[in-house]
């Protein structure tokens, strides 16, 4: 994701920077993450012009993943970088020597 994208992140839906498909996307995150009703049949609809459905499968199971993790993460009070930094595990290897 581009810096120009990511100022833009919390009004992903009026902007211009985001294509129609990750808007999509992007709205499904919210429906798992912060609001479910919003998962109406418009959405679905929208989302099955978009994606296909193991590409929804896919999705939805790396958004639900990514949140528990970082609950989980939160719950055990570590801090980012705290655990396994010296090492190439994770999403972002190297983000902790900032490479």
Same mark, same amino acid.
């Given at each position: 994701?581009?810096? #120009?994208?990511? !100022?833009?992140? $919390?009004?992903?839906?009026?902007? @211009?920077? *985001?294509?129609?498909? +990750?808007?999509?996307? /992007? ?9 479910? #009703?919003?998962? !109406?049949?418009? $959405?679905?609809?929208?989302?099955? @012009?978009? *994606?296909?459905?193991? +590409?929804?499968?896919? /999705? ?15 719950? $055990?009070?570590?801090?980012?970088? @705290? ?17």
């Amino acid at each position: 994701m581009t810096e #120009e994208k990511y !100022d833009e992140l $919390l009004n992903f839906g009026d902007s @211009e920077k *985001f294509s129609e498909r +990750e808007k999509i996307a /992007l709205t499904y995150t919210s429906a798992i993450v912060w609001n479910s #009703e919003i998962a !109406d049949d418009a $959405l679905w609809a929208k989302l099955h @012009e978009h *994606f296909t459905i193991p +590409e929804l499968v896919e /999705l939805g199971f790396f958004i639900a993943l990514t949140l528990g993790q970082q609950r989980w993460i939160k719950t $055990l009070g570590i801090g980012h970088a @705290e655990v396994l930094a010296d090492t190439a595990a994770g999403l972002a290897p190297g983000a902790a020597k900032g490479t």
